[in-house]
């Protein structure tokens, strides 16, 4: 499985970005797909999940801002980042889990300046 993100930049506090994530190879159809992110000196911490179903989980810190969904036809996930805050600046790596493992992408950078 390979993961391939983009949309990432730089913007300013109150602005918006949606990210997006292709994913490509062999997938299961009940494989789920979230979105990590990790601030330089912090660890990786989830973001938002969603499950093939299309059920999806926020961490508390960007609940009613972000809004995971996806595109189960052409094996994609987005992120609409609405209100951005400066500390929302991170690598985000987009994540698929299935029954073999975890899968990442490289990251996109999200920049968010005050």
């Known amino acids: 499985v390979q993961l391939v993100e983009s949309g990432g930049g730089l913007v300013q506090a109150g602005e918006s970005l949606r990210l997006s994530c292709a994913a490509s190879?062999?997938?299961?159809?009940?494989?789920?797909m979230g979105w990590y992110r990790q601030a330089p000196g912090k660890q990786r911490e989830l973001v938002a999940v969603t499950t093939a179903g299309g059920s999806a989980s926020y961490a508390d810190s960007v609940k009613g801002r972000f809004t995971i969904s996806r595109d189960n036809a052409k094996n994609t996930v987005y992120l609409q980042m609405n209100s951005l805050k400066p500390e929302d600046t991170a690598v985000y790596y987009c994540?698929?889990?299935?029954?073999?493992?975890?899968?990442w992408g490289q990251g996109t950078q999200v920049t968010v300046s005050s």
């Open positions: 994540t698929l889990t299935d029954i073999r493992r975890n899968f």
């Open positions: 190879g062999t997938i299961f159809s009940s494989s789920s």
